[in-house]
């Protein structure tokens, strides 16, 4: 079992950048794959990244590619989400989840991943 913790939200403007880190317990991070999922408020919770197990395979949900990179230390059992370009539609309790993977893919649905963060809450304001 694995046990994550995310960090690094707050409140930024319009056209700012914040990095979320999500440190996981345990000595097998490396087995995990990694996503990144956001909810605003009333609306449904969606993928934003995911990472394969090594960090050599990464995907993005269209509303966040070219401004938010996902990556991965796995010596340091942290998966990181930077993000760039905030605008207020990025507003959002963002939450990292963790799957047991035997492959290096990654992985898009909410119903794959394993292990679920608390959240941390990021609010854009223009």
């Known amino acids: 079992q694995v046990q994550l913790v995310e960090s690094g939200g707050g409140l930024v403007q319009a056209g700012g950048s914040l990095r979320l880190s999500c440190a996981a317990s345990?000595?097998?991070?490396?087995?995990?794959?990694m996503g990144w999922f956001r909810q605003a408020p009333g609306k449904e919770r969606e993928f934003v990244a995911a990472?394969?197990?090594?960090?050599?395979?990464?995907y993005y949900a269209a509303s966040v590619k070219g401004r938010f990179t996902i990556s991965r230390d796995n010596a340091k059992n942290t998966v990181y989400l930077q993000m760039n370009s905030l605008n207020t539609e990025d507003t959002a309790v963002y939450y990292c989840?963790?799957?047991?993977?035997?492959?290096?893919?990654?992985?898009?649905?909410?119903?794959?991943?394993?292990?679920w963060g608390q959240g941390t809450q990021v609010t854009v304001s223009s």
């Open positions: 989840a963790a799957k047991v993977a035997y492959s290096g893919n990654y992985f898009v649905r909410m119903e794959d991943y394993d292990y």
């Open positions: 990472i394969g197990r090594s960090g050599g395979s990464t």
């Open positions: 345990g000595r097998t991070f490396s087995r995990y794959a």
